[in-house]
Structures are given as C-alpha cells and as structure tokens.
C-alpha cells in the first residue's frame, strides 16, 4: 500500500511538470527564457515554503553544510531549466521530452567519471543502447544545419535540448554527493532560491513585460512546478527509487496528448522508435540498479543474493 502511494505521488509530479512545460511553451514566442526560469522559480517558493513549514522542517530546510555544493547543484539545474525552455519554443513538446530522456543515461556516465562509481558492462550497454536511441531521435533535425532557417531553429533547438540534459545529469551528480550530508528539504530549498537568484542575471538580455494572460500562464507553472517538487519529494518517502523511477516514462504519454491536441503536433515514427530505445534502456538500468541495491543489502547481512 505505502509503494501504491508513492507511485501516486510519482505520476502526480509527472503530469504537473509536464503541464508546466506545455505552460512555458505557450508563452515561449513572447517571453525569454530566462525570465520564464524566474517565474518558474520565484513562484514555486511560497509553495515549497508552507511545505516546509507544515513538514516541521523550516528549520533544517534553512540550515546549510556544503554552500558551494548547493551552489554548484543550483547552477547545473537552472542552466539544464534555462536551456530545456529555451528549447520548448523551438521543438515540439513530444520531442522535447523525449530528449530529455538522455539525462539520466548521462547521470550513469558521470557517476562513474566523477564519482568513482563502477559501472559494469550491462550498465553501459543499457546506456549505449539509449544514447543509440538519442541519436535516432536527433537525427532528424541534425541533418538539416545548412537547410532553411525554420530546419536551423529546430536544429538548434535539438542541441539546445541535449545540453540541458547534460547539465541535468551533472545536476543529478552534484546532488548524489550533497544528499548523505544535507536534508532533502534543504537541497529542495536552495536550489528554488539559487535558480531564482541566477535567472535575475539574465534580464540585460531582454525581459518582456507579459501580459495577464501569460503572466497567469507562468505564475501556474511556477506553482505546478513547485508542487510537482514536492510531489516528486515525498514520493521517494513511501516506496524505492527504483519502484517510481520507471514512472517518469509516463510524461511522453502527457507529451503526446497535450501536444497533439493543444499544439497540434504529431510526432514521427523515426523519433517513437528512438523514444522506445531510451525507455528500454532506462528501464534496463532502473532494474539493474535495484538488483545492484538488493546485493549490497545482501552482502551487508552476510548472505549471498540468491540466500
């Protein structure tokens, strides 16, 4: 029962941060992105606030053990934020989200580079695998840089996508080596107030003055967003990561709908098929990573796994 509510909680954040980008992306023509990281951040704080506060973890979600961790996972966040709604308004919503499957493909990678975990050889097919799948899905719009302007903006929009999935999968990194030190309502917090800090850098680079219409559009996202972290938080309290990890999945099919009936996109069959690459090879990893977890569980009890 207590792992049927934390896949509840898990599918709630999913379709909250997938609205919020459908929301970010209906106002991406007008307003920059930067500016559209600001809203997201600023107005999830009140939300992320009274959590804090009906949880009794006000005071621990203020206290701080590691400022340049905080500061460096807040960093790698909000460029992954900035760069993943810069790319909304230049691809279809499908295809967006899709890309950003790369991520935690990405987050085994580093792991492995900057945090000396071991990676054997099922982890790195899994992830060549989804790369492969990656790659299907760009490739489409990577053959197109000399073609016409509209073919270049998509293209760009591609990378762009990428990138924030990097970032993303650096973000995941720095946050592995904070989580054994500080709470999680700490790093919840300082990451909201380190991306609303870091967005105001960019308004010499062309903030708009929205109209209520889109200024309504932002401030439900900012809120979704910061409910969806919290939905997503408490989540990890009532079942294993590997139980809801393989729920983030469930954003395509929120990616799909809302793109074909809000934005009228239809996606391709080149980029479905590279989309069942990353999900099978994300799968792949989640349940490797739980047979990984149930060893060591094992080898910490003095039993063998099949013991």
């Known amino acids: 029962m207590t792992s049927a509510r934390g896949i509840l909680y898990k599918l709630i954040s999913v379709a909250m941060f997938i609205i919020m980008s459908a929301l970010i992306k209906a106002t991406s023509a007008d307003i920059p992105p930067g500016e559209a990281v600001f809203f997201r951040s600023f107005f999830a704080l009140p939300v992320i606030f009274i959590w804090l506060l009906m949880r009794g973890n006000l005071r621990t979600g203020l206290r701080v053990i590691s400022p340049i961790g905080h500061f460096w996972r807040g960093f790698a966040g909000t460029a992954a934020m900035g760069l993943f709604f810069t790319g909304l308004g230049l691809l279809p919503l499908p295809e967006v989200t899709a890309i950003s499957y790369a991520a935690p493909l990405l987050t085994v990678v580093f792991a492995a580079m900057f945090l ?28 197109v840089l000399s073609g016409p302007e509209a073919e270049i903006a998509t293209a760009l929009g591609a990378v762009l996508v990428f990138t924030s999935a990097v970032f993303s999968a650096l973000a995941q990194v720095y946050l ?14 300082y990451f909201t107030i380190t991306s609303t800090s870091l967005s105001l850098l960019t308004i010499p680079f062309g903030w708009v003055l929205p109209s209520l219409q889109q200024s309504a559009l932002l401030i439900t996202a900012g809120l979704l967003g910061g409910l969806g972290q919290i939905f997503l938080t408490s989540s990890y309290r009532f079942a294993e990561a590997s139980v809801v990890a393989p729920f983030d999945y469930a954003s395509m099919l929120g990616a799909l709908i809302i793109g074909y009936f ?28 739980r047979q990984l977890g149930l060893q060591r569980g094992s080898a910490r009890r003095g039993m063998t796994p099949q013991g």
């Open 176 to 189: 592995r080596k904070l989580a054994p030190v500080e709470e999680i309502s700490a790093i919840v917090f």
């Open 116 to 143: 000396g975990e071991t990676v054997r050889v099922f982890r790195l097919t899994a992830v060549a695998l989804g790369l492969a799948g990656v790659m299907v899905i760009l490739s489409p719009r990577l053959t």
């Open 262 to 289: 809000i934005f009228d996109e239809t996606p391709g069959a080149t980029m479905m098929f590279g989309v069942v690459l990353v999900i099978c090879a994300g799968i792949l990893i989640i349940w490797r990573e």
